[in-house]
């Protein structure tokens, strides 16, 4: 099994059933494994991770109104990020709190009409790469930002935990119409 780049796959998701049970069964079909025999746990930040034989690879799950997206990599930190398109009238306030002045700067900049999808690019960017790095939003937002460079989004700035800029890769994309995501990566 060799994964480059990382693989992903959107999944229906009802509320009420647990996302981990939809990944699960996605991964083992993945790594040739059932879904019992896949050695995934926990960690002390609820992340989940995959340990030997399989510790060479990395997952994340996201979910969002019905959809859930699962990630598999090899030989790298991954993190995935889905949200759902809606309208998001306090998206400012809530970039004021957790953005960098730089990202809000853009935002603002924002056509009105094109604010709620710019916010939403910004916050699964923001999302990914601290899932990857193991401590997702608790990781504080504002240590890291986000610029836009020929129309995609790419990190420019981040806390030395995260290792330099340069080492991460995003790639932004629509998984399913009314949906936007982010997939975040490091080589290990």
Known sequence: MFLSPPRWAWHPHRPGVAAETVARAWLAAQLDCTPEQLPLVRDAFGRPRLHAPLAGCDTSWSHSGEGLLVALGRDMDIGID??????????????????TAGELAWLQAQAAALRDEAFLRLWCAKEAVPKAHGRGLAFGLDRLAFAQRDGTLALVECDLALGAPADWHLREFVPQPGYRAALAWRRR
């Open 82 to 99: 889905l949200e759902r398109l809606r309208p998001r009238p306090r998206a400012l306030a809530v970039a004021e709190r957790y953005f």
